[in-house]
């Protein structure tokens, strides 16, 4: 079996889909792998470091071309995907759901794609292939880093001969994976933390790193699958009312609310943005061309406002953790590679409860339901 792997395109993704680690594992196992020129440079993984490992480096079209399976981060340019050829797999986190006329061109092609964040999360098996999981919390650490060096303050207390500095106050809005990252993060680097989500569950794993969890008004905002369900508009109204009082005692709000299938909610209003304390640091890592947690925020840019409030729109954070980001998806690739790969054969089982979510399409046809449905 020969494995490609793509240099991604965007300025703003510094990872690559595998590292050297996982290219030894590859070829210990009889695969060849073909890396594209400087495809880890920016994660520090180096041509060197592939060939090390018995990967081969070549250029983009060789890649493409001459290989079984292609991996890569982003859905790359239509030129490359304008190269791929029948019966080829492609492996990346195509937020496949947004592009579903993409992806029907490419089964029409006859390329099989397997898109990230279509796996089925809660199915245990699948926990080590899972990327959103490792990514975000890779976001969600540098989260916390980032609003630690915006801060012109101490994050911890510090009781000096010079006297004595408070400690900064976080409080991270939605804690499921990064959120609960950011907290533990915040927390190591002595802030006083403070934990907010609609889904009750997360109480626990909030107080358990130390930090105050801080009750919601919504009777019970958790949905499917250890989602939370999108609020009402009356609910919606008061959450953003409770928020507002939260938001203005706290020097950093670190957000992270996402609602599957839907624009990410508001939860800090122009009106909460306004009352924050100035000097107030806003990270949003929610932010996106369809908006954000936080009014006004935009991904990949940084607003201060009139009063000297300040709207980090994170837009994609685990690239700029680019080494262990990409050590940890490499990881979650190889897991897939081992699910598809018999001895020298590509297999699809697509009764299998995995891959019949986790493959966006294979034989000319879109496989996952969800995917299937955005098509009618
Ligand atoms: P996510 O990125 O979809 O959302 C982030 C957080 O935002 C969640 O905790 C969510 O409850 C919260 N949120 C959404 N709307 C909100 C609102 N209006 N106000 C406040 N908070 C809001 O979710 P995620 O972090 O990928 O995962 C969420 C949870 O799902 C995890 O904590 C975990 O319990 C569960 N999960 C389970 C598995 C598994 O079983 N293998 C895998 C992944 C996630």
Avoid: C, W
């Avoid at 399976?69 to 492609?90: H, R, S």
């Avoid at 980032?146 to 012109?152: E, G, K, N, R, V």
């Avoid at 806003?282 to 991904?299: I, K, M, R, T």
């Amino acid at each position: 079996i020969k494995i490609g792997v793509l240099k991604e395109q965007s300025p703003h993704e510094h990872r690559v889909s595998i590292d050297p680690e996982v290219v030894k594992r590859l070829t210990k196992s009889g695969k060849k792998v073909f890396i594209e020129n400087s495809a880890g440079s920016d994660a520090n993984f180096f041509d060197v470091d592939y060939t090390a490992v018995g990967a081969e480096i070549v250029d983009r079209k060789t890649a493409l071309t001459t290989t079984d399976i292609v991996v890569m981060i982003d859905m790359p340019d239509d030129e490359t995907l304008a190269a791929l050829k029948d019966g080829q797999v492609v492996i990346g986190l195509f937020n496949s759901l947004t592009i579903p006329a993409k992806i029907e061109m490419l089964a029409k092609k006859n390329v099989s794609v397997i898109s990230m964040e279509l796996l089925p999360r809660t199915i245990s098996r699948a926990q080590t292939m899972d990327v959103l999981s490792s990514q975000s919390s890779v976001a969600g650490y540098k989260a916390a880093l980032i609003a630690s060096d915006l801060y012109p303050k101490y994050f911890p207390m510090m009781i000096t001969a010079a006297g004595t500095v408070k400690p900064a106050k976080v409080l991270v809005l939605g804690t499921g994976v990064a959120g609960l990252q950011a907290i533990g993060t915040a927390k190591r680097l002595g802030a006083i933390v403070s934990g907010y989500d609609v889904r009750p569950a997360s109480r626990g794993e909030v107080e358990s790193l130390g930090a105050t969890f801080l009750t919601s008004s919504v009777a019970n905002g958790a949905g499917n699958g250890g989602y939370a369900r999108q609020l009402t508009a009356e609910e919606q109204a008061a959450q953003q009312k409770e928020l507002a009082d939260f938001i203005a005692q706290n020097d950093i709000v670190i957000t992270t609310a996402q609602v599957p299938g839907h624009k990410p909610p508001l939860l800090v209003t122009d009106d909460s943005v306004t009352n924050a304390k100035p000097g107030t640091i806003f990270v949003d890592l929610a932010a996106s061309e369809l908006g954000g947690n936080v009014a006004g925020s935009q991904p990949f840019k940084t607003i201060t406002t009139e009063q000297h409030v300040t709207i980090v729109g994170a837009g994609n954070l685990a690239s700029q953790v680019s080494n262990s980001a990409s050590q940890l998806f490499a990881k979650n690739i190889l897991a897939v590679l081992n699910y598809i790969i018999d001895e020298d054969t590509v297999q699809f089982d697509l009764t299998d409860d995995v891959l019949k979510d986790l493959v966006a399409t294979h034989k000319g046809d879109i496989v996952n339901p969800r995917l299937r449905k955005a098509l009618d």
